[in-house]
C-alpha cells in the first residue's frame, strides 16, 4: 500500500462530498430576506436554474475609467426560470420561537403537472392528491 512520503493540504473541498447523484434535482431555499410589514403581499424568493455561460460585448460606464465609453467582452450566466403556477396560500403567524405555518389554502383548479410533483411515482399511484381541498370548494 502506498502513502504520501510528505504531507500535503487536501484537494478539494469537503463541502462536495458525497460525490454522488442527488436524490432530487430541485434545490432548496435555504435563506429568505427580512421580512418588511411596511411592504404589501409579495413573493420572496423564486427558483432558477444555471443553464450555461455566454459572453457579451458592452459598452462600459465608469468615468476616470481607462475602458470607458469603450467596448468590452464579458462572461454572463443564463438561468433558466420554469414558469410561475400559484396553487396555494400559507398563512403564518408569529410565536415566541418564530413564525409558524397557521393555515394553508390550496388552489381550486391544479393542473396534472403540478400533483406529479407530490408523488415519488406517478404512473401506480391513485393520484388522490388535493381531492379532499377540492371538496372544499365545491361546499362554498
Known sequence: ???????????????FLPKKRSRTYRGRVKAFPKD??????HMTCF???KAG???IVREMDRPGSKTNKKEVVEAVTIIETPPVVCVGVVGYIETPRGLRALKTVWAEHI??????????NWSQSKKKAFTKSSTKWADD
Open 1 to 15: 500500500m502506498s502513502h504520501r512520503k510528505f504531507e500535503a493540504p487536501r484537494h478539494g473541498s469537503k463541502g
Open 36 to 41: 418588511d410589514p411596511s411592504k404589501p403581499v
Open 47 to 49: 427558483m432558477g436554474y
Open 53 to 55: 455561460m455566454t459572453h
Open 111 to 120: 393542473g396534472e403537472e403540478c400533483k406529479r410533483r407530490f408523488y415519488k
